[in-house]
């Protein structure tokens, strides 16, 4: 038996194995600082600190822990994980390295542009100001890239200043992310429970942000439908969308399956929203009921601005490789759609349009040619191989 080349139809030559997705220049915009540290942290910095709450004080199981009442259904176990996470990170010290090992890790899973959002005001209990919590955290992220180019990966990351919804202190925290806008935050998020607290009700926030010229993106259309998405943008003026998975009930699809958007979803289409989604966070919190129903799948064919993301690696056990294999795994995904969705992500950074630019030229296209180029390598290998038997 020779060995057989592979010819037509969908291919190992389109399919990218496990190790050419963690290889791929990947971008990340939606990525919770307290929702991504690595489980031996949380069990050394609760040790520092003298936090006895910890469920588990062995790293391994902490980290099943974490999963598991994520995965739980129960909002009050979900909101847990995050009481935990954000106990251990009320010192300089610790927020640091937080901020250090969070660039690390994304560099060693082929994340080449990061922004990472974190509310300051959860930091404050041991009595640093948001000034400190920002600098400490500035500080980290520089650590972290500068520890990633030794270990041989390039990665920049900017941070996101988040608001809670529940609280009454966004337009404080968006003066602040306005303050720190050139030295390492790149724009301004709300996030917390949707229902109940609409964006609307920081409005001034908003508004202060605009007259600004400065960016924000806002949590809508999770847990909550379309009037949010509709409040987020046309009220509030979003740059981007944190989900927005709720889009899909603005589509139809007909039995014939032919596809008609309603107003919102064509404006969200047509303007080009960019929709930071992350699949594995939407199964967790019910936002979505399994990989092949998440609306990803049908937006990414209706070319929406869609964009791949993790939300909590922790708290989901995932990383921007582990979504991506989801997604291969369940749409038949290629390198050609990976593409599209860095590059989706990289033109909805907050970042200047000619770093964005550069970043895709220099960096993502490039990285993704080689990768495609790989499989001729391998097939002249394989032939060589049958040919001398
Ligand atoms: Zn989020």
Not at 300 to 316: C, E, G, W, Y
Not at 338 to 358: G, H
């Amino acid at each position: 038996m020779t060995s057989q080349t592979s010819t037509g139809g969908h291919t190992d030559r389109d399919t990218p194995s496990a190790e050419q997705i963690r290889r791929a220049p990947k971008v990340l915009l939606h990525d919770h600082l307290d929702g991504g540290l690595r489980p031996g942290t949380v069990v050394d910095l609760a040790r520092e600190c003298g936090y006895e709450g910890l469920p588990e004080t062995d790293a391994d199981k902490l980290g099943i822990w974490f999963r598991e009442a994520a995965d739980s259904g129960s909002l009050e176990r979900y909101l847990e994980t995050f009481a935990h996470t954000c106990a251990v990170m009320q010192t300089k010290d610790a927020l640091k390295r937080v901020a250090a090992e969070c660039a690390e890790d994304l560099a060693e899973d082929g994340v080449v542009y990061a922004e990472i959002r974190y509310a300051p005001e959860q930091h404050l209990e041991a009595g640093l100001t948001l000034e400190e919590v920002v600098e400490a955290v500035n500080d980290g992220f520089r650590e972290g890239e500068r520890r990633a180019k030794a270990n041989g990966h390039r990665i920049r990351v900017g941070a996101l200043l988040t608001a809670m919804r529940h609280a009454a202190r966004a337009l404080e925290i968006a003066e602040l992310a306005n303050r720190y806008r050139d030295h390492g935050v790149v724009g301004f998020d709300i996030a917390g429970a949707e229902a109940g607290f609409p964006p609307t009700r920081h409005l001034d926030a908003f508004e202060f942000l605009k007259r600004e010229n400065n960016h924000f993106t806002i949590h809508a259309g999770e847990a909550f439908g379309l009037p949010s998405i509709w409040q987020a943008l046309q009220w509030c003026g979003a740059d981007r969308l944190g989900h927005g998975v709720r889009i899909i009930d603005d589509i139809e699809i007909a039995e014939d399956g032919s596809v008609t958007l309603g107003r919102l979803a064509s404006y969200v289409r047509d303007k080009r929203i960019p929709l930071e989604m992350c699949p594995s966070s939407n199964l967790q919190t019910g936002a979505a009921t399994s990989y092949a129903e998440h609306p990803i799948g049908l937006l990414r064919k209706l070319h929406f601005r869609a964009t791949v993301n993790t939300d909590n690696r922790l708290m989901s056990g995932t990383s921007m490789s582990r979504e991506f294999e989801h997604l291969v795994g369940t749409f038949g995904y290629t390198l050609d759609d990976m593409q599209w969705f860095t590059v989706n992500a990289m033109k909805s950074a907050f970042i200047p349009f000619d770093e964005r630019l550069a970043m895709i030229n220099d960096v993502i296209k490039p990285g993704y040619a080689e990768l495609k180029s790989e499989w001729l390598f391998r097939q002249t290998v394989s032939t060589s191989a049958s040919a001398g038997n």
